[in-house]
Every structure is written in C-alpha cells, then in structure tokens.
C-alpha cells in the first residue's frame, strides 16, 4: 500500500518536468486564409457603389472634355487649330491674342453682342423671375376661383417646347411689329411655366401658414407681409429660378435667329454662329479660333454665376423634399 503510493507521488514530478503545463497547442490555423469581416454600414455615410462610382466617372468624363478641348483651342492661332491635336496645345500660345482680335474684330461687334446678351437676361429673366415669384406666391397662399384651371394650364405651358411656340410668336410679333427689336426677345422671355412652377411649390412648402396670418394679426398689410416676411423665406427658391432663367435667355438661339435680322441685335449666340457660317460663303474670313475664343467668354460668366450662387441654389433644389 505504501510502496504505491510512493511510486505514484514520485512518478508525478517526472511526468509534469517531462511536459510543462505552459506548452502551447499546436497552432493549427496556421496558413489558413483569413475570412475579412464585413465592414459594417455607419448610420449617416452614404454607401459605396462600384457601379454608381463608374457611372459618375463616364458623366464627369462627358462633361470635362468638351470644356478641356474648349480651353485649349483657344489658346491656338487658326494654323495652330489645324496643325495640332485638338486635346493637347500648339507650339504658339495665342490666348490673349485671341481674345485682343475678338474684342476688336468687325469694330468691336462682340462687344456689342455681349452687351445686348446681359440686356435680354436683365430684363427677360429678371422678369421672369419676378414675375414667377408674384404668380408661385398668389398660387400657393391665396385661394381663389379657377385655381385648379391654372394648375391645369402651367402644367400643360411646362410640357410644350419653346420651339412650338416660336413660329406663332413670331407671327403675332410680325403684326404688332415688333419683329427685329429687343422686344422681340424680352417678351417671350418674361414667360416660364416651369419657373412659375417650381416657384409654386417652393412657396408651399417654404412659407408657414401661421407666420403669414401673425403678421396679418399684428396689422401688417398684404404688401408688407410679402416684403418683410415672405420675400426672405423665398430667397433661396429665387435663386434656383434666377439662375434657370438666366442660362435659358443666356442659351437662347431659335428665337432670335426666327425674330431678328440687324446684327446689332444679336445675342452672342446668334453673333458666334455668323461667324462661324463666314467660312461657308465665297470670300468670307475663317476666325474659327475667334468663334472658339468669344464662346469660351461666353459660358465664363454662366459659370461664375453658378459657383457664386451654389450654395442657394442646392438649399432651393431640395426645399421641399423632406416633410416634418
């Protein structure tokens, strides 16, 4: 009895200095692939789309190009246009030349074309926008007989293109006789369904019920009420029209080329085509590097306006979008 047990309580420090109790188990994970785990979604941050990644990358690809061809050309002389890539420059840097003969080709005709482009948006858009703030304000506000009849026919003006509309106005215009002046551009530019529009539904959603009729309580008249009170409320709302407006009337060609035949009416965008169509007429100049150049001027300041005023028109595009 005894000898066993102290065969056993020797045997057992043998066996424990034999195998230490802190050996580690074989690693047997060991070179096998690790599984990532999935990266779980942050409440707040948008999700990645490889897709939609692509997709954006083809649109902005779309959409630099042009510009980037834009603004090389116009740094080339017409020899330089014809003997050089279109995407990369020429041996001669002719940017200020090209806009030195473009200021003074024809006595400075351009010049006039740009003068009379700001005439049509300052009074044609400038209208519009006023008046599509008066009407989307009315609309949105007031309750009246008919209100659904309007509805009906700014919906309908919205879906028909201005080009329908171009030869009949130009037939009532002839009669008047207002063809072949500034009138013939500024009126039909005071029109925009689609700024009514969106000036409509932008005052609905913008405008609290509550705060017009406070004012109204407080003795405050219907004119004040819009000025002081409304008229902030709708500023963002303003812009988003303003600019839409101003790039329509900027933009606009058929209607001038249909209304007017005195080039010093042209707008820049007939006037650019003129000179572009020289090249078509026996003897006419080829300054196709000045149609590229004076076009280059022309969308600078619709981009400086963008980017000066994107920051009201982003707030005016989503007004509306969420409801509390």
Known sequence: MSSTSS??????????????????????????????????????????SVLLTMLTGLVLLYTLVPLVWLVISATKTQEGLANSSGLWFSHDFALWDNISQTFTYEDGIFVRWLLNTLLYVVLGAGGATLLAILGGYALAKFTFPGKRAVFAVVIGAVAVPGTALAVPTFLMFSKMGLTDTPWAVIIPSLVSPFGLYLMWVFATEAIPVELLEAARID????????????LPLLAPGIVTVLLFTTVATWNNYFLPLIMLKDPDWYPLTLGLSAWNSQAETIGGDVIFNLVITGSLLTIVPLIAAFLLLQKYWQSGLAAGSVKE
Do not use: C, M, N, W
């Not at 230490?20 to 942050?42: Q, W």
């Not at 003795?219 to 409304?230: D, K, S």
């Open 7 to 48: 065969t056993s309580s020797t045997s057992s420090p043998v066996t424990t200095a034999s195998q230490p109790a802190s050996v580690p188990a074989a690693d047997t994970t060991k070179g096998a692939p690790r599984l990532r785990t999935p990266r779980k979604h942050v409440p707040g941050r948008p999700k990645r």
């Open 219 to 230: 003795g405050a008249g219907e004119v004040r009420t819009f000025f002081q009170v409304a």
